[in-house]
């Protein structure tokens, strides 16, 4: 199986004694970079909805891309889904694993492995950044992410992909151009009136689940289910076709 997760706006870009590789669409990240640079600060706050501090520590850095410090990204990425991957406690050879079957969506970067080089930025996919393209991060993208899941998951020999991303970010897999069955999983707290949805804890979990398939070599999509990983336990009476459901106690949190 392959299986994908969103980015993080925090990063850690802190120094780690690791081999990177290079990202697939490096070039494309370039390109985005250098129009994202003819913004003025003010343009990068209204883009992406920051504040003017942040706007100003963005501008500086697509105006630097290309001379920055780079990280590989699944150790880069430090937020809450990241909490759950802890990839950085992963092995040299759960890493190997990884590497062929993690993908992270990027805005940026359009699609990522966990040890391709990454420098510090931030362009969330919803971002409407016009370009030669179009009109969006979608426009730019296209169907090229879809294409390139199917070639890695052509690779693997697999034809299932595991959607731990958000809606935001797995909206940049043109689902026509997909060949692939996707699961995705859905993380629930129970609550007084039936589970819910908490994004907190929904993400943590997609890092988690991500990591369990990671370190269990998990082929076969029936065997995600055995997922428990912070007290969470698969609920068959709350799961959809390929949408299995997950629900934790409250004092499990």
Same mark, same amino acid.
């Given at each position: ?19 990177a590789t290079d990202p697939q669409f490096a070039d494309? $990240? @370039? &390109? *985005?970079?250098?129009? %994202?640079?003819? =913004?003025?600060?003010?343009? /990068? ?100 992410? $879809? @294409? &390139? *899941?199917?070639?890695? %998951?052509?690779? =693997?020999?697999?034809?299932? /992909? ?20 996707v699961i995705t999983p ?68």
């Open positions: 199986m392959l299986v994908v997760l969103s980015p993080a706006k925090k990063l850690d870009m802190s120094e780690v004694d690791t081999t494309d $990240a @370039k &390109a *985005l970079a250098k129009t %994202a640079r003819g =913004l003025t600060q003010k343009d /990068l706050q209204k883009l992406m909805g920051i504040s003017e501090n942040l706007a100003k520590l963005n501008a500086d850095r697509f105006k630097a891309f290309g001379t920055m410090e780079s990280k590989p990204a699944a150790l880069a990425f430090a937020g809450d889904t990241y909490t759950g991957l802890e990839a950085a406690s992963l092995d040299p050879e759960e890493m190997d694993y990884a590497q062929d079957h993690l993908r992270i969506l990027s805005g940026l970067y359009g699609l990522l492995r966990p040890r391709d080089a990454i420098e510090p930025y931030r362009l969330e996919m919803g971002s409407r950044l016009k370009t030669r393209r179009g009109k969006s991060l979608y426009d730019y993208w296209g169907d090229r992410i $879809a @294409k &390139a *899941l199917n070639e890695q %998951a052509e690779t =693997l020999g697999t034809d299932t /992909l595991v959607n731990c991303a958000s809606q935001e970010y797995f909206g940049a897999v043109k689902p026509d151009a997909l060949n692939l069955r859905v993380f629930m707290e129970e609550k007084p009136d039936g589970p819910k949805v908490v994004s907190f804890f929904a993400k943590q979990a997609r890092g988690a689940m991500a990591r369990f398939i990671v370190q269990n070599r998990l082929t076969d999509p029936d065997s995600l289910t055995d997922f428990d990983t912070g007290g969470y336990r698969h609920r068959p009476d709350l799961t959809e076709p390929d949408k299995p459901a997950f629900v934790r106690p409250q004092d499990a949190a």
